[in-house]
C-alpha cells in the first residue's frame, strides 16, 4: 500500500515538473504574445516559412512551432525570439530557404504586356497597374517577397539588393571614460543626467527614457567634462539609431496593414460572389417571371 501511494506521489510530481518546465519552454499562446512575436518578424509577408503571412506564424510560433523558419529575418530575428521566449537559438532551417541581404522588385516595363498576375501575387499592395496597362512596383512598399516573379508569363520581373537603412555612425569607443563627477548635469539647461545618457548610449530605450530628445546640443556638458568626452557627438549617434528603429518599426507596420486590408478585400469579395444557378434554378425563376402556374 506504501510502496503504490510512494509511486503516484513521484508519478505526480513528474507530471508537475514535466508541465511546469513545458510552461516555461512555451508560453500560452496569449494575444500579447503573439503581437510581440509578430512585432519580431520582418513583415515581408513572403510565406517561406510554410504560413501565409507574419501574423499567421507569430500565432504558430506562440503554441510552440520552430523559430527558425523565417530567412528574411535570419539570425537577428532567431535570436530575438529565442530571447523572448527562453528557447534555444537554433539555426536557420536551410529548408525554408537561406537569409538574404534585402530586395526589392523591378519590372522591366517595356517587356510587361498588363496581364495583373503579379498584382494580384503581391501580399502587400506594391504594384500599380491595370489589365493590358504598365505596371510599376512602388520600391518604398516592396518588401521582396519574390512571390510576382513566379506567375509573370513574360518573366519581366527581376529582384535587386534593396536599399538599406541609412547607418548612423559609430560610437567614438576611445573617449576618456566617465568618472561620474555630476559636473555635465549641473550645467545643462534641460535638467537632463549627460552621464546617465552617456553610459546608455547604446541603448537607446532607456536613453529615450533619460529624455535624450530634449536635448538641445548647446555642448555645455562637453564644456565643462574634466574627461573631454563628446557627449553631444554621442547624443546625436543615439539620436540616429532611434530614427533608424523607428522608421524601420514604422515601415513593418505600414507592410503588416497594407497585408492585412488586402486579405480582408480579398475576403470581401470572395463573399459577393454569387453562386451561378443550375439549369433548374433557372427554368424556375423564368417561369416565375412569366407568372407560369
Known amino acids: 500500500m506504501l510502496a503504490d501511494v510512494a509511486l503516484l506521489t513521484c508519478l505526480g510530481l513528474l507530471c508537475?515538473?514535466?508541465l511546469t518546465a513545458s510552461g516555461r519552454r512555451f508560453a500560452p499562446a496569449t494575444d500579447e504574445l503573439v503581437s510581440r512575436i509578430n512585432h519580431l518578424l520582418p513583415q515581408t509577408q513572403c510565406a517561406q516559412c510554410g504560413y501565409p503571412g507574419c501574423r499567421p506564424y507569430a500565432e504558430a510560433i506562440a503554441t510552440g512551432d520552430a523559430i527558425n523558419k523565417c530567412p528574411p529575418g535570419g539570425e537577428a530575428t532567431i535570436l530575438a525570439l529565442a530571447e523572448l521566449l527562453g528557447r534555444d537559438a537554433l539555426p536557420l532551417d536551410p529548408t525554408f530557404g537561406v537569409e538574404t541581404p534585402p530586395a526589392v522588385a523591378i519590372i522591366r516595363e517595356d517587356e510587361c504586356i498588363g496581364c495583373t498576375l503579379c498584382i494580384n501575387a503581391c501580399p502587400v499592395d506594391a504594384i500599380v497597374g491595370a489589365q493590358q496597362q504598365m505596371h510599376t512596383v512602388i520600391?518604398?512598399?516592396c518588401t521582396g517577397c519574390d512571390l510576382c516573379r513566379e506567375p509573370c508569363p513574360v518573366d519581366c520581373i527581376d529582384l535587386v539588393a534593396g536599399q538599406a537603412p541609412a547607418s548612423p555612425g559609430f560610437f567614438h569607443h576611445g573617449a576618456a571614460p566617465c568618472i561620474n563627477c555630476g559636473d555635465c548635469a549641473t550645467v545643462c539647461p534641460k535638467d537632463l543626467q549627460p552621464q546617465l545618457l552617456f553610459l546608455y548610449?547604446?541603448?537607446v530605450e532607456r536613453a529615450q527614457n533619460l529624455r535624450l530628445d530634449d536635448c538641445i546640443e548647446c555642448r555645455r556638458c562637453d564644456q565643462v567634462?574634466?574627461?573631454e568626452i563628446p557627449l553631444t557627438e554621442s547624443f546625436r549617434t543615439t539620436?540616429?539609431?532611434?530614427r533608424v528603429i523607428a522608421q524601420t518599426r514604422q515601415s513593418a507596420r505600414d507592410t503588416e496593414e497594407r497585408y492585412i486590408a488586402r486579405?480582408?478585400?480579398q475576403s470581401e469579395q470572395?463573399?459577393?460572389v454569387v453562386k451561378r444557378p443550375t439549369g433548374q434554378e433557372?427554368?424556375?425563376?423564368l417561369a416565375s417571371l412569366r407568372g407560369d402556374a
Open 16 to 18: 508537475a515538473w514535466m
Open 139 to 141: 520600391a518604398s512598399a
Open 201 to 203: 548610449r547604446e541603448d
Open 225 to 227: 567634462c574634466p574627461s
Open 239 to 242: 539620436r540616429s539609431i532611434a
Open 263 to 265: 486579405e480582408s478585400r
Open 270 to 272: 470572395q463573399t459577393r
Open 282 to 285: 433557372r427554368e424556375a425563376l
